[in-house]
């Protein structure tokens, strides 16, 4: 199993021809989709095998549905283990959410922030973790209204890595994206985080829809507020592996790659400062 450390980019079904020929060495690792692969058998299968064995992946779940009160899809989890272990890849991340009811609902539902959601979560949660034989990742997800919340996003984030022995995937523009939208602080949330549970993060480009309304969507450059919250991620955790997604309006490899040397820059800066111990 390799380990992620560094920085990386989502890879996408369409990139597979190009990393065929070269893969960027400034790519430290790559994440994909089990359920855009799992299924795949010829030409895509052999060059992802080709890929995974020669590279350092991690694996980001778009269906997993860890929220919702549908029966957990169990059969699912044990190809998504098969898939990790055929492949050599030690993690498998998922988005601390639903996007199931009765059906698939093709989005991801903000589950309700209550004392009984982190028990129905955590049961869950231990579950697949059963199946999987590996901790379960769960990523901080954006969100546009709060049903039913009782208690605050952090206290229901904590409450569930706390009490289901699952880890963490910081998503840092998820965090500014909801900060704006529901008005909490940033760099508070990003603090609260325990720095023992952080796998690896996120980060990502965003929509301005208006002054007090961030889309989260992927689809665009990260932003100058996005890079410093990064860095605040970094002062206050250390640094952490950090991925680039980027789903649509994909640019050319050399654009990706760019933005993927702009997070090592970063982490580069704030290693010099853990090592001269200017960080506690």
Not at 20 to 34: G, K, L, T, Y
Request: proline share 4%.
């Amino acid at each position: 199993m390799k380990k992620l450390a560094g920085a990386g980019l989502g890879l996408r079904r369409e990139m597979l021809d190009e990393l065929i020929e070269q893969v960027p060495s400034e790519v430290d690792f790559w994440e994909v989709a089990p359920e855009n692969w799992i299924p795949l058998g010829g030409s895509y299968a052999r060059k992802f095998a080709q890929l995974t064995a020669g590279n350092t992946f991690t694996t980001h779940g778009l269906s997993l549905s860890i929220g919702s009160t549908d029966p957990l899809d169990l059969a699912f989890v044990q190809q998504v283990k098969a898939f990790l272990d055929d492949h050599g890849i030690e993690f498998y991340s998922e988005h601390l959410s639903y996007c199931s009811s009765q059906g698939h609902m093709y989005d991801l539902m903000p589950i309700p922030f209550t004392t009984d959601a982190v028990k129905h979560v955590v049961e869950r949660i231990q579950r697949v973790q059963d199946v999987l034989k590996r901790p379960l990742i769960l990523e901080n997800v954006s969100y546009y209204a709060a049903p039913g919340q009782n208690m605050s996003e952090i206290e229901f984030t904590q409450d569930v890595l706390q009490q289901s022995g699952c880890e963490l995937l910081l998503d840092v523009n998820n965090v500014y994206v909801n900060s704006i939208n529901h008005g909490y602080d940033a760099k508070a949330f990003i603090e609260a985080m325990p720095t023992g549970k952080i796998v690896y993060g996120h980060i990502a480009g965003h929509y301005d829809e208006a002054d007090d309304l961030k889309v989260d969507t992927h689809g665009a450059d990260v932003k100058d507020e996005v890079w410093q919250l990064l860095r605040h991620a970094y002062r206050v955790h250390g640094v952490f592996p950090t991925l680039l997604e980027r789903d649509f309006n994909i640019p050319s490899m050399v654009e990706l790659v760019n933005e993927v040397e702009i997070i090592k820059g970063i982490q580069r800066e704030y290693s010099n400062i853990e090592q001269q111990g200017l960080i506690a």
